[in-house]
């Protein structure tokens, strides 16, 4: 088991609860993002921050809870978090998203190219159904995912979705998103603003 430098080994149990407490509701002298990247150098602090995130507290304090659990070194078995919060249908679109865009980031370096796990595959094909999701926001995550991934068998539907899907996303259109995605694929850097 790979140990990671930046780790603390002990770290006091009510220190670890002010943490959590400042991720949901802040603290004079502790910002959420602050509380979520010290929790974030623990293993301990690592485990509360999944609490959180699979928890049913106010969709800020899970998504500021996610995006510093995917800013912390990951191990591969932290993907199987990813693929859960992904695959909630319950969980709401933008942690779903953010779920999506962090196996983007963070798939390629973790899986094994010489012996693909099953997770992997897994996690591959649910990135390909969300490509279908009813939520934008999750559909355009997912494209960058699958792109970054260089998962051709998405083409088909990227082709689809440039064709067809001019839902509003994160930082532009769904469109130009599967256009710019298309354009990587074809080894050609686009600039989505001008598509």
Same mark, same amino acid.
């Given at each position: 088991?790979?140990?990671?430098?930046?780790?603390?080994?002990?770290?006091?149990?009510?220190?670890?609860?002010?943490l959590?407490?400042?991720?949901?509701?802040g603290?004079?002298?502790?910002?959420?993002?602050?509380?979520? &990247?010290?929790?974030a150098?623990?293993?301990v602090?690592?485990?509360?921050?999944?609490?959180?995130?699979?928890?049913?507290?106010?969709?800020?304090t899970?998504?500021?809870?996610?995006y510093?659990?995917?800013? @912390?070194?990951?191990?591969?078995?932290?993907?199987?978090?990813?693929?859960?919060?992904?695959?909630?249908?319950?969980?709401p679109?933008?942690?779903?998203?953010?779920?999506?865009?962090?196996?983007?980031?963070?798939?390629?370096?973790?899986s094994?190219?010489?012996?693909?796990?099953?997770?992997?595959?897994?996690?591959?094909?649910?990135?390909? &159904?969300?490509? @279908?999701?009813?939520?934008?926001e999750?559909?355009?995550?997912?494209?960058?995912?699958?792109?970054?991934?260089?998962?051709?068998?998405?083409?088909?539907?990227?082709?689809?979705?440039?064709?067809?899907?001019?839902?509003?996303?994160?930082?532009?259109?769904?469109? &130009?998103?599967?256009?710019?995605?298309?354009? &990587?694929?074809?080894?050609r850097?686009?600039d989505?603003?001008?598509?």
């Open positions: 088991m790979t140990r990671h430098r930046h780790w603390r080994r002990d770290v006091p149990p009510a220190h670890l609860d002010r959590v407490r400042a991720l949901a509701s603290d004079p002298e502790l910002s959420p993002t602050t509380a979520g &990247q010290r929790l150098r623990s293993r602090g690592m485990r509360r921050l999944v609490r959180v995130v699979l928890s049913s507290a106010d969709l800020s899970r998504l500021t809870a996610l510093e659990f995917l800013t @912390a070194r990951l191990a591969p078995w932290h993907l199987a978090l990813l693929g859960r919060v992904f695959a909630d249908p319950h969980a679109a933008l942690l779903r998203a953010l779920a999506a865009e962090g196996l983007g980031i963070h798939l390629p370096r973790l094994s190219r010489r012996r693909p796990r099953r997770r992997d595959a897994r996690l591959l094909d649910a990135l390909h &159904q969300g490509l @279908a999701d009813p939520e934008p999750v559909r355009f995550w997912c494209i960058y995912a699958l792109t970054a991934l260089g998962d051709a068998r998405c083409l088909p539907r990227l082709r689809l979705i440039a064709a067809t899907d001019t839902a509003s996303a994160s930082l532009w259109t769904l469109r &130009q998103e599967a256009l710019w995605a298309l354009g &990587q694929f074809e080894g850097d686009l989505p603003h001008a598509l």
